[in-house]
Each structure stands twice: as structure tokens, then as C-alpha cells.
């Protein structure tokens, strides 16, 4: 099991022996020939949550790190990504592959509640048009498109209803 550092930052640690023979066995896959397990710092889990090693030497280095750079704001981070690249280049993209998930995460947390039907357009329309592009990332693109042109206008009717 896991150990919650801090449930708001979604930070956990582990040991190695924590670790399932799959996660091993992904872990090196991905590093290729030659690497040992011990060398691991840090993974990300599905929800964005970052796992640090405790078994790794470095570990409160690490743990330090992460806790500065998710606490940090864009341009935080783009200070510690200029200054320590070359050295943590790897755990870096891992903590911004970790916002970038949450950020997803959070949503599609929100579209998940988001039950609203547009006035005027059914859902069988905007089936329609993610079909016609083999639903495709192009047919989501056009139907945010659709959202964002009929947003446009009911603001629009908005404004023009309050100057009458």
C-alpha cells in the first residue's frame, strides 16, 4: 500500500517491494537494457497522483522537488525546468505530464455532471456530426466548434436583450 505525503498535491510514496511484478516489468521495459529497478525516483498513477520511491538515495531530494514545483505556478516551474533539465529533465516532464492529467482529469469530472442539452441542437445532431468524420478528433473539433458559435450568439441575444 501506498503512503499518502500529501493528499492535496496527490503525492504517495512506496517502497520498491510495493510494487507489482507488471509495474516492474513496465518500468524496465521503458528504460530498456541494463537498468535496475532501485534506479526509479518517481511514476505517475492514472490519476495524476505521483508515487515517489523511498527506497531511492535520493528520496527527500525528490520528494522536495516535487512538492516545490506542484506547489509552484507556471512561471515556478519554468524556472526549475531551466535550471535543473539537464540533471531531472525526466522527473520534470513527469510532473508536468502530472498536471497536464489533472488538469484533464478535472475535465472530465465537469463533463461528466454536464447532463445541460443546447437549445435547439439534440444530441442525435451532434452524433451526427462526430460520425460524419469518422468520429474523429476533426468531428469533437467541430462539435466544440458548434458549442462555441451557439455560445456566441446566446451571449449575444443576452446583451442585445438588456440595451432594449
Known amino acids: 500500500m501506498y503512503e499518502v505525503l500529501d493528499k492535496d498535491l496527490m503525492i504517495e510514496a512506496c517502497n520498491i517491494g510495493d510494487l507489482t511484478l507488471d509495474q516492474i516489468e513496465r518500468f524496465l521495459r521503458l528504460w530498456g537494457d541494463g537498468s535496475e529497478i532501485k534506479s526509479l525516483t518517481l511514476f505517475l498513477k492514472d490519476d495524476g497522483t505521483i508515487v515517489l520511491n523511498k527506497d531511492n538515495p535520493n528520496y527527500e531530494h525528490y520528494k522536495g522537488l516535487v512538492c516545490i514545483y506542484l506547489k509552484g505556478d507556471q512561471e515556478t516551474r519554468e524556472e526549475l525546468r531551466?535550471?535543473?533539465?539537464?540533471?531531472?529533465?525526466?522527473?520534470?516532464?513527469?510532473?508536468?505530464?502530472?498536471?497536464?492529467?489533472?488538469?484533464?482529469?478535472?475535465?472530465?469530472?465537469?463533463?461528466?455532471?454536464?447532463?445541460?442539452?443546447?437549445?435547439?441542437?439534440?444530441?442525435?445532431?451532434?452524433?451526427?456530426?462526430?460520425?460524419?468524420?469518422?468520429?474523429?478528433?476533426?468531428?469533437?473539433?467541430?462539435?466544440?466548434?458548434?458549442?462555441?458559435?451557439?455560445?456566441?450568439?446566446?451571449?449575444?441575444?443576452?446583451?442585445k436583450g438588456r440595451a432594449q
Open 82 to 159: 531551466n535550471r535543473l533539465s539537464d540533471r531531472f529533465g525526466e522527473t520534470l516532464n513527469t510532473l508536468e505530464s502530472a498536471i497536464k492529467l489533472r488538469a484533464t482529469n478535472k475535465t472530465m469530472e465537469m463533463l461528466k455532471y454536464n447532463l445541460v442539452e443546447p437549445e435547439g441542437i439534440s444530441y442525435g445532431v451532434l452524433k451526427k456530426i462526430f460520425d460524419s468524420y469518422d468520429s474523429d478528433v476533426f468531428g469533437l473539433y467541430k462539435v466544440l466548434t458548434l458549442g462555441y458559435i451557439l455560445g456566441k450568439r446566446a451571449e449575444r441575444a443576452r446583451r
